[in-house]
DNA sequence: CTGAAAGCGCTAACAG
DNA sequence: CTGTTAGCGCTTTCAG
């Protein structure tokens, strides 16, 4: 039904290899037929088939990009950022959404490997087991990873500096006069969220440490079981943006104000972190650019077919200094 | 480089049609060589090439979703929808961002074309001309706009019911005693955006339009126009949340309180319009089902290959209080 | 029930 | 410079 190579041939009395060089490159053949097929292509309306010359070329030119839910604006940021990269090197990038549904991330990689996509991005649901490292490398598919990079595996990674980052944030809290301070965050052997805890607790080692769901609704419950539990807690380090806003929401159920009688610093620095109520003092990571540099590096991987060294990307953070921690002596 | 189904072949010693046979139905083979297919198939770890068999189906099992902007939480949330529902079908999603910008959006789809997607799921940029509902058509490819349906196109539809979703606000507006009220909206002959206008100038017939971008820097921008040039205006009616918000941002730049001295109205109801200070009164629309509704639909229309009648589907809306507006008599 | 053969639409040597 | 010939990996008649 669609209009092929074959038709335009027939229709421009030429072969249909004389056809597919004269759209691909100029390369070896005579101006004037190529004119003339460019002219019959045109005008039967013919658009290549990719999925073809995939085929036969190897590249699909897709890219699977796994996030746990698009809906975190921190991931839509990447997504954006993957995407625009994507875009400008012609290829296309499809979206999934694992919910760090181990098994369901699983689906997606095997999915997106049948359609022998170029490569993967993925932020991985947890740290990575000699077992999954093997599974994954057995696809021979070229793999970022947006979580740190343990040491452990040989897969190019590109993310912040969340250690620095929790350390920022935890340095942060201490300067401000606070001594009773929690960390709230994601289920535990989540790599960047591990990473943020660690580097928060070397600049303050009697932190209480709570584990949830990193969402709003999870900062929602954690803070109201550490509010219940730790009363004598002032100052709060959330792993994210969405859970220290899940947190402002219960100090208000509560009746407490931030940041007057609780305060909080997030990480990410969404857009909405600065119009939130008040606004939100956080850890900013560069989102769109680590989504970017994801798929340049990727790119470069699909490139090369003999397995080059990982190429590790680390981006630098910055605490945001806005409205909501409160120096704890002047209160 | 990859197993095969030739490699399988060899391997079980039968002849590769009866390796397909195996894998895809139990269809007319026997029951004892089948099992042995499948097992020497799963001992050489083979994975179908999914774009070879594309190329002889006709049947790509990906779909297309062009969006002005996944940054935009309205469209991650629909996103979410149509990915989940995609996956439901065994579908993958190509995720696309068109900035609005009409070129950007055909390239997209003439890209997607060209992958031979089995569908496009998209919110067209603007209105669409005579010329673009031919180019569109001519691609032979099903497609369901995210955008209401204007009665000329013949095209399937899903969105919310934005005209009554605009004349809730404008109703509500004036229930609460509001005299002097603007809308501040996007770029002139978005559909959608479009609908909710006429909707509210039906409620509010005197209103005072602003058009400008659609975004958070645009509801900025355009409430300090306003301010400036209409200072009697008591409430303010924004075309989506994230507008709304840049109305509050610019309202507490100059001084003046959210709901005090400024009513504002949203829609969308995207997550943080409930967690903004003060919480935003905004027109809720079901953003996930729409992401949803608009894949299944778009799947059944890439079943029948006869271009069966246009589905059209209008969710309902529903307007959401909380305290970003004032009874205007009581202050 | 299974093998042989054709072909999906395209690229890529290899001859002429 | 251009036509011929193989495939890419898979599904699908059509015989046997």
Redesign the interface.
Known sequence: ??VTLKDVAREAGVDLSTVSRSLSGSYGVHEETRKRVLEVAERL?Y??????R??VTGR?H?LG?IVS???N?FF??V??GA??AA?AHGC??????SDLDQAKQMRYI???????VDGILMNSVSALGKAQQQALA???MPIVLLNRASGAHSFSTVCADNYLGGQLAGRYLKAKGHIRIAHLTGPRGHGNLSDRARGFLNAVPDAVVLHGRHT?QGGCELAGKLLERHPEVTAVFAANDVMA?GV??AAAERGLRVPQDLSVVGFDNI??SG????PLTTVHQPKYEIGAAAVEILLRLAEKQNGSAPERRIFGVELIERDSVQDCRTR
């Open positions: 039904m669609a309306h658009r290549p088939n990719r999925i073809a995939g085929l699909s897709t990009l839910d698009v809906r604006p839509a940021e997504a954006r995407e625009d875009c296309d990038l499809v979206l999934c959404n095997v999915s997106l490997a049948e359609k022998r057995g696809f021979g709003f806003f402002m929401r857009e909405f119009i939130a109520h008040p």
